[in-house]
T-cell receptor, first 111, second 114 residues
Framework: KQEVTQIPAALSVPEGENLVLNCSFT??????LQWFRQDPGKGLTSLLL?????REQTSGRLNASLDKSSGRSTLYIAASQPGDSATYLC??????????FGGGTRLMVKP | SAVISQKPSRDICQRGTSLTIQCQVD?????MFWYRQQPGQSLTLIAT?????????ESGFVIDKFPISRPNLTFSTLTVSNMSPEDSSIYLC???????????FGPGTRLTVT
C-alpha cells in the first residue's frame, strides 16, 4: 500500500524567499506524480504533473523534481509571494490512476 | 484540462438523512473518482465511478453507505446515506484528463451533519 509523507507539515516565511517542499513515497512503481494546491475550504488545483520517465517539470516559478527510485519528489517555489499561501499536496499515481495523498505542507508567506 | 462542477457547494444536514452530491464534467471522461477530506486531514479515495457498471469501492467504504451512479461519461452522483456527524467532510470528485493521466478536481461539497 502506497504511503506518502510530506515535510515540513507547515512553513511560514517572509515574502521573496525560495522554498523547498519535500514529498516521499514508499511504492516506487508509480506512473506519474502530481502536485496540487488547495486553498482553505476549496478544491484542488493541479500545479504540475511529472511522468515517471521525467526527472523534473517546470511551470513559472514552480519546479518539481522526481527521483522515482528513491521515492522522492521536491517542489521548489522561487521568489515566494503572499498569494502562494495555501496547502500543497503531493500525490503519486499508481495503477488504475489511483492517487495517494500526503498530509500536505501548509504554507504561509508573509508580506 | 477539464472543468468540473459540483452541486451543492455546501449543505448542513441532520443525522439520519441522506444527501446526493452531483458532479458534472464539461467533456466526456472515462475515469471519475470520489474522495473524502475530513476536517484537518488529507484526501482519501472513496470509490471509482464506472460508467455502465457498479462503482469500485476502497477499503473501509461500502455501497450501502456511499451509493454511486454514473449514467454517462460526463456525470456522476455520490449519495451519503444515513448520515452521522462523522460524515462531516468535504467531498470531491475528480477526473482523469485526456492526456498524460493528469487528474482534475471539482470545487468540492462541504457537508456538515448536525
Amino acid at each position: 500500500k502506497q504511503e506518502v509523507t510530506q515535510i515540513p507539515a507547515a512553513l511560514s516565511v517572509p515574502e521573496g524567499e525560495n522554498l523547498v517542499l519535500n514529498c516521499s513515497f514508499t511504492d516506487s512503481a508509480i506512473y506519474n506524480l502530481q502536485w496540487f494546491r488547495q486553498d482553505p475550504g476549496k478544491g484542488l488545483t493541479s500545479l504540475l504533473l511529472i511522468q515517471s520517465s521525467q526527472r523534473e517539470q517546470t511551470s513559472g516559478r514552480l519546479n518539481a523534481s522526481l527521483d522515482k527510485s528513491s521515492g522522492r519528489s521536491t517542489l521548489y517555489i522561487a521568489a515566494s509571494q503572499p498569494g502562494d499561501s495555501a496547502t500543497y499536496l503531493c500525490a503519486p499515481h499508481n495503477a488504475g490512476n489511483m492517487l495517494t495523498f500526503g498530509g500536505g505542507t501548509r504554507l504561509m508567506v508573509k508580506p | 484540462s477539464a472543468v468540473i462542477s459540483q452541486k451543492p457547494s455546501r449543505d448542513i444536514c441532520q443525522r439520519g438523512t441522506s444527501l446526493t452530491i452531483q458532479c458534472q464534467v464539461d467533456s466526456q471522461v472515462t475515469m471519475m473518482f470520489w474522495y473524502r477530506q475530513q476536517p484537518g486531514q488529507s484526501l482519501t479515495l472513496i470509490a471509482t465511478a464506472n460508467q455502465g457498471s457498479e462503482a469500485t469501492y476502497e477499503s473501509g467504504f461500502v455501497i450501502d453507505k456511499f451509493p454511486i451512479s454514473r449514467p454517462n461519461l460526463t456525470f456522476s452522483t455520490l449519495t451519503v446515506s444515513n448520515m452521522s456527524p462523522e460524515d462531516s467532510s468535504i467531498y470531491l470528485c475528480s477526473v482523469v484528463g485526456a492526456t498524460q493521466g493528469e487528474q482534475y478536481f471539482g470545487p468540492g461539497t462541504r457537508l456538515t451533519v448536525t
